[in-house]
């Protein structure tokens, strides 16, 4: 299960009001090499037969069957001056957040 910060939730909706056509928000990650990750978000049209969709306040989250195991304990965060940020474990846990339930 991951999380998701308020400011992170409120970011995430007002972009989708540009993108009515892509209601759904990927989130996703994959090595870079050995010792880096990439994470990234993505609005998409619909989701996939092996997704694991969560739903958290309005928004439609699907997490890849590959990325979700390593998405367990991060904390999707945002703010103006850094954009969206992934934090690891306790590193986000003191941010308001709604903690996003697997519904799958």
Not at 31 to 56: G, H, K, Y
């Amino acid at each position: 299960m991951i999380a998701i910060t308020i400011a992170a939730i409120a970011k995430l909706k007002s972009i989708q009001v540009d993108h009515p056509e892509d209601p759904i928000v990927r989130v996703s990650v994959r090595d870079l090499d050995e010792s880096r990750l990439s994470f990234n978000i993505m609005l998409e049209a619909t989701t996939q037969p092996d997704d694991d969709v969560q739903e958290v306040d309005g928004l439609t989250i699907a997490v890849d069957r590959r990325s979700a195991p390593r998405m367990e304990g991060v904390t999707v965060d945002y703010t103006e001056a850094g954009g969206f940020r992934f934090l690891h474990d306790g590193e986000g846990r003191s941010r308001p957040l709604l903690t996003i339930p697997t519904l799958n």
